[in-house]
């Protein structure tokens, strides 16, 4: 594995140095300055937006304060009405989103060679931070010369954000097709909290209960809904280490494991079943973290690779189930048209369709600059048979 990078910066007249940490990738800062309880928010807001980062040596809810008052900087900026078309909007919405995750990403906060914020009234983020970014390395290995006490720097934003995410995966979440019992999500694995997609698994007629395979299973979910449904056995598949230690776990939690097997494999694993079913990321656009790959898929890479390999692994008479968004038809990402050619393309034939609308409170936000699109999308479980 890797090392991560090193950044540098002056402190007390002395040269420092630390590892960086970024799940989202996020270049190392260029140029660093200490922060304390003193530090005013427009003036760290000005810093931010500047491209300096500001490294926090104060009260540890002080810094928690002083990030929500730059957010509230960046949130009242004047912003023009979102533009009619569709993709334009959503660019823009994205570079808006991304623009400000650089800004508020500039609050940095130390971490010390155990994984523990080294601030007064810091909570206990060892597990938190181990979960995402493993284990404590060895003191030596983990903490370059000169760091006096600090193993590594991690912007606050993302630490309150693995916290949350630490927070659901020792909660859970509820899922009513499982009849009430909880999936735990992983950090940087989708959380299906967004419910009507696994609904539509849980209410379609089963073509079989023989054998079934859960393409990108993410947190287990669908698999999990399947074998609670009584299909007997279930291949699961996922490239994500951390999704297929969560699939894992979740299916050993909820007392399906002896029926699921969760297998490392892109897309397909070896064999047909009478039933393939695949939740692909639903809009065509590049990924900015982790979690972001089970929304974002660049050039539609999972959904034409999962219509292309379906015919040759499904059994004779069996039914491929797509779960599908058409958000990013109505966001003009990706022509109707373009979903109906690729089914023919790749030997398929459309059996049936079951329709479902968005229940999440975005669809009814007006001040949502896509709302337009989201008010409008519905998600489609595409029942696909091979032609003859």
């Not at 000169?146 to 720097?153: R, V």
Request: include cysteine.
């Amino acid at each position: 594995m890797n090392q991560p990078p090193v950044v540098e910066w002056t402190e007390a007249d002395e040269a420092r140095s630390a590892r960086w940490r970024s799940e989202n990738g996020a270049p190392p800062p260029r140029r660093i300055v200490i922060a304390d309880d003193r530090t005013r928010a427009d003036e760290a807001y000005r810093l931010a937006c500047e491209g300096t980062a500001l490294l926090w040596r104060g009260d540890f809810h002080n810094a928690r304060q002083l990030l929500t008052a730059m957010a509230r900087r960046v949130d009242r900026r004047p912003r023009k009405a979102p533009p009619a078309d569709p993709t334009q909007a959503f660019h823009l919405h994205r570079a808006a989103q991304n623009q400000r995750a650089r800004i508020l990403g500039m609050l940095l906060v130390p971490l010390d060679a155990d994984l523990a914020v080294p601030l007064h009234r810091a909570p206990d983020v060892r597990e938190a931070c181990a979960r995402a970014y493993g284990p404590p390395e060895p003191a030596a290995a983990s903490a370059p010369a000169g760091t006096a006490g600090t193993a590594s720097l991690v912007s606050l934003r993302e630490l309150l954000g693995l916290i949350g995410a630490n927070e659901w995966r020792r909660k859970g979440v509820e899922i009513p097709a499982l009849g009430g019992d909880r999936i735990h999500p992983h950090y940087g694995v989708f959380s299906p909290a967004r419910g009507e997609y696994v609904d539509l698994v849980a209410e379609t007629p089963l073509p079989s209960q023989d054998l079934a395979f859960d393409i990108g299973t993410g947190t287990g979910v669908l698999a999990a809904v399947l074998a609670r449904r009584g299909v007997r056995r279930i291949v699961a598949t996922d490239q994500d280490p951390r999704a297929l230690a969560c699939a894992r776990e979740n299916t050993e939690r909820l007392g399906v494991a002896d029926r699921v097997e969760v297998v490392e494999a892109d897309l397909f694993p070896a064999g047909r079943a009478p039933l393939v079913v695949c939740n692909p990321p639903w809009v065509p656009a590049k990924p900015t973290s982790p979690v972001e790959r089970a929304v974002y898929d660049p050039g539609n890479r999972m959904l034409h690779g999962f219509l292309s390999g379906l015919a040759e692994h499904l059994a004779p008479g069996g039914e491929g189930w797509l779960i599908l968004s058409d958000l990013a038809e109505h966001l003009g990402l990706r022509p109707h048209d373009e979903l109906l050619d690729a089914f023919t393309a790749s030997g398929l034939t459309v059996l049936g369709r079951l329709d479902i609308t968005p229940r999440h409170p975005r669809a009814r936000d007006t001040s949502d600059p896509l709302h337009v699109a989201r008010a409008a999308e519905v998600t489609s479980l595409w029942r696909l048979g091979a032609a003859d």
